[in-house]
């Protein structure tokens, strides 16, 4: 703990001696103070977020500064739940900082921060005032955008129908009422709302022609048409974008994903005629090149082995100088290895690595080549390919993650020996890495299968040592818990179960209290418990997972384990019959209120039934 706090002081330390020189306006220095104000609220290190935020306010004299710092307190206060110091924090800042032009973009922030921690009607009260009282601020359109799209996110239509006309009438001449009408159609369009959201679009369309988002909102209306398979109104939208927008920057990425909306739902032909259409109307154009692999991707997955290959030709061709050309050419190798044309795809990465030998997807195309050895069980080629690799891209930043993915091919091949010497040397060579993080976790589920109980141990303590800052840490150890789990499933071994327990209880040691993701660990630890015929232990976890979050993927099944564990408990005794039909009665009952559709609520509604 002392060479923690020793830590924290000189990180603190270290970012005052930066956040000094922020009254020559350094954005960097600033965007330095401000992760690490994040970073202490995400390890939950509130009192060290204030000292910093209240020392910069102190030592520095630009009002610049000086915002943007008690923006960063404000925030501390709401994360840490102190809401009525935040709201007096607030409120001076508006009387302290009235003539700042930043001001409003400081409350719209705080407005979030209102938002993430649950407090709707503060947020809305914040974006009402910043949009109310700072109509000259041109970034008060934005705190109304936020009104209208917290109403949605929180189903208050009236509301959120009552800020959407405010912000049409209010804001007509803000040069961003297009974006943020766009915005809000978007909103309304996610909340189900599709009339309305059709209506916004339009208006920006008619109202706002020459806008830059103009084009966004004809593009949207099309797409909406597509997920509607309105052939009438979608063929008319897309007559009216290529039309009205012809001369525009953005036609061929608006004709490109357009066209995807039509592929998504089914009409694959009507795709095909918007992409071709953007690579010979716009053929210089940026996007142009997606709509070409597009068609490529396409005929891969239809298997047109003939109209594939014209395609891919015309993509190496007429875009072989294009800055995006070997990703394109690496996502439809991608496609044709999909549809198990392996020869082919071998053949499109090849060219990748041998024509754009210094782009990324050089790399990814040779990774991609010994996937398909792998996947082929030509293990000797596998490896003459990896040493090509090695060879050739030893020294790039995106090595050591190739290296990964490759070692867990050979991983999920059983090919274990390569596994972990590919593992070993990603600890050895990259130690402290988030790659070595999980090349170790590798390992440790590596040894759980071969019955190396000894190795798998020291791979969890090597975790929890070296790597206990990592973000990744407890899932990883988790992984190795659930490994021994499922070598319990496989083997029937009781030993097993128990070290999944043991391992998955360290896992929770690395969480922080509160962390809803603790659901996900005490759901396999009650697993395990059950396992074991715990059935008391294993009531507790799922009780306790489901509590650190009624939302999460298994919360259905905790309340159906619930249930079953007290029906055991009946069975051998521990309990009467007539408590575990009390407690099996609310636990199906709230299963059935909380998750009607759950696989599980048959089996809860005949239980409840039953005479």
Not at 121 to 146: C, G, L, M, V
Not at 171 to 182: K, T, V
Not at 426 to 437: N, Q
Not at 502 to 515: F, P, S, W, Y
Request: charged content about 20%.
């Amino acid at each position: 703990m002392k060479t923690h706090l020793l830590c924290v002081a000189a990180c603190a330390m270290i970012a005052l001696c930066l956040l000094n020189e922020l009254v020559l306006g350094a954005e960097s220095d600033l965007a330095a103070f401000e992760a690490a104000i994040d970073r202490h609220l995400s390890a939950g290190e509130y009192a060290q977020a204030k000292a910093l935020a209240q020392d910069v306010i102190l030592q520095n004299s630009s009002s610049f500064v000086k915002l943007r710092a008690r923006l960063a307190l404000a925030k501390t206060y709401i994360v840490s739940r102190q809401f009525e110091a935040a709201e007096t924090l607030t409120s001076d800042v508006i009387v302290q900082s009235a003539t700042d032009p930043n001001l409003v973009q400081a409350l719209c922030q705080i407005g979030k921060s209102w938002e993430a921690n649950g407090q709707a009607d503060r947020a809305s009260a914040i974006y009402k005032r910043a949009a109310d009282e700072f109509t000259a601020n041109p970034f008060s359109i934005w705190a109304q955008k936020n009104l209208c799209t917290l109403y949605l996110d929180i189903r208050n239509t009236a509301s959120a129908q009552s800020a959407t006309d405010h912000l049409l009438t209010a804001f007509g001449e803000n040069p961003n009422i297009s974006q943020a009408i766009c915005n809000v159609g978007d909103a309304w369009l996610k909340s189900g709302d599709v009339n309305r959201a059709i209506g916004l679009f339009e208006y920006v369309v008619a109202h706002y022609p020459k806008a830059a988002f103009s084009i966004w909102s004809q593009k949207n209306l099309c797409t909406i048409y597509a997920a509607q398979k309105n052939i009438s109104a979608g063929d008319a939208a897309i007559a009216k974008l290529k039309t009205a927008f012809k001369q525009h920057s953005s036609i061929s990425k608006a004709l490109c994903q357009v066209g995807d909306a039509w592929l998504k739902n089914g009409d694959t032909a009507r795709a095909i005629r918007l992409y071709e259409y953007a690579v010979v109307n716009y053929p210089g154009a940026n996007h142009s090149i997606w709509s070409q692999k597009n068609l490529c991707t396409i005929y891969a997955r239809e298997v047109d082995v003939d109209a594939g290959e014209a395609a891919l030709t015309f993509l190496k061709t007429v875009f072989k100088n294009h800055p995006n050309v070997a990703q394109a050419l690496c996502e439809t190798g991608n496609e044709w290895q999909k549809a198990g044309f392996s020869v082919k795809a071998a053949d499109i990465f090849k060219y990748v690595a041998e024509h754009y030998p210094d782009s990324d997807y050089a790399l990814w195309s040779q990774k991609n080549i010994i996937a398909l050895r792998i996947e082929n069980r030509d293990f000797e080629a596998a490896r003459t390919v990896w040493a090509q690799l090695r060879g050739t891209f030893g020294n790039h930043s995106k090595f050591r993650q190739a290296s990964l993915q490759i070692a867990n091919l050979w991983k999920d091949a059983e090919a274990y020996d390569e596994a972990v010497d590919m593992y070993g040397d990603i600890v050895s060579t990259y130690p402290g890495t988030t790659e070595a993080l999980w090349a170790i976790k590798n390992l440790g589920q590596i040894a759980v299968r071969k019955g190396q109980d000894a190795v798998a141990q020291t791979n969890v303590d090597t975790l929890m040592t070296e790597y206990r800052d990592s973000r990744f840490v407890a899932e990883a150890v988790l992984l190795i818990g659930e490994e021994y789990y499922f070598a319990g499933n496989d083997s029937g071994i009781t030993e097993s179960y128990e070290n999944a327990v043991k391992v998955i209880e360290k896992a929770l040691t690395l969480l922080d209290a509160g962390n809803p993701a603790a659901a996900n660990f005490l759901y396999a630890k009650g697993l395990s418990l059950r396992a074991l015929e715990q059935y008391g232990k294993a009531t507790e976890a799922f009780k306790s997972a489901y509590q650190a979050n009624a939302r999460f993927e298994h919360a259905d099944y905790c309340c159906f384990a619930i249930a079953d564990c007290y029906e055991r408990l009946a069975e051998d005794g521990v309990i009467s019959q007539a408590e575990a039909d009390s407690m099996i009665r609310s636990q199906f009952t709230q299963l059935l209120e909380q998750f009607p559709n759950s696989k599980y609520a048959p089996l809860a509604t005949t239980y409840l039934n039953r005479d």
